[in-house]
């Protein structure tokens, strides 16, 4: 587990714009109008959940799901999967 780079990844989460939401979702065919990025940006600024605990992350999820369609929340946790299998950082969820 390396805290600095969970810290990083938590800052960024708090820092991202709409726009370059919009561009990170486009580079894995994830659809997001400019409303629903605003929305998960305006969420991950206000409710500072932390992507590594399972019970925030199923939160982020959840909250994902009600601004945008189920089709869109496989998509991300798929990518998600990707992610933590191309870097081998299952041990980092908790």
């Not at 587990?1 to 820092?15: A, C, G, H, Q, S």
């Amino acid at each position: 587990m390396n805290p600095i780079f969970k810290k990083v990844v938590r800052k960024k989460l708090t820092e991202v714009s709409p726009s370059e939401l919009i561009i990170q979702a486009q580079d894995y065919q994830v659809e997001l109008t400019q409303n629903q990025a605003t929305q998960i940006v305006n969420m991950l600024k206000q409710k500072k959940l932390d992507p590594f605990k399972k019970t925030d992350l199923v939160k982020m999820l959840t909250f994902l799901e009600q601004i945008t369609d189920q089709a869109t929340v496989k998509k991300a946790k798929i990518i998600l999967n990707q992610f933590i299998k191309q870097y081998d950082i299952a041990e980092w969820f908790y």
